[in-house]
Nanobody, 127 residues
Framework: VQLEESGGGLVQPGGSLRLSCVASGFDLDHYAIGWFRQAPGKEREAISCLSGDDGRPYYADSVKGRFTISRDKGDKASNTVYLQMNSLKPEDTAVYYC??????????????????WGQGTQVTVSS
């Protein structure tokens, strides 16, 4: 069972990145999915999550209107979740993590509700 993020990097303010999270060993469709981030000296925070049952998204106020979470519906075999990040700001700089929760009918927002985690990918927003 594994989650692996990719797509992080260095981007200028106002730019965009798309993070990917690929699952192996289990079917992401049966799990709630969350994206978290952790900046130096700060706690890990939930920024977006997606219910496994009805696909309802949640967004933290800090990213609402700029970030979009989605599953790869076009290719079931890809077992991938994305986080499209637009209009990036320096305060978005952090390590970003994807996570999967067995609480598929909800949109879990705490780290304790998630069962599997990726290793994280660094996003740096700077000019």
């Amino acid at each position: 069972v594994q989650l692996e993020e990719s797509g992080g990097g260095l981007v200028q303010p106002g730019g965009s990145l798309r993070l990917s999270c690929v699952a192996s060993g289990f079917d992401l469709d049966h799990y709630a999915i969350g994206w978290f981030r952790q900046a130096p000296g700060k706690e890990r925070e939930a920024i977006s999550c997606l219910s496994g049952d009805d696909g309802r998204p949640y967004y933290a106020d800090s990213v609402k209107g700029r970030f979009t979470i989605s599953r790869d519906k076009g290719d079931k075999a890809s077992n991938t979740v994305y986080l499209q990040m637009n209009s990036l700001k320096p305060e978005d700089t952090a390590v970003y993590y994807c996570a999967a929760s067995r609480l598929s009918g909800s949109r879990p927002r705490t780290v304790y509700e998630y069962d599997y985690w990726g290793q994280g990918t660094q996003v740096t927003v700077s000019s």
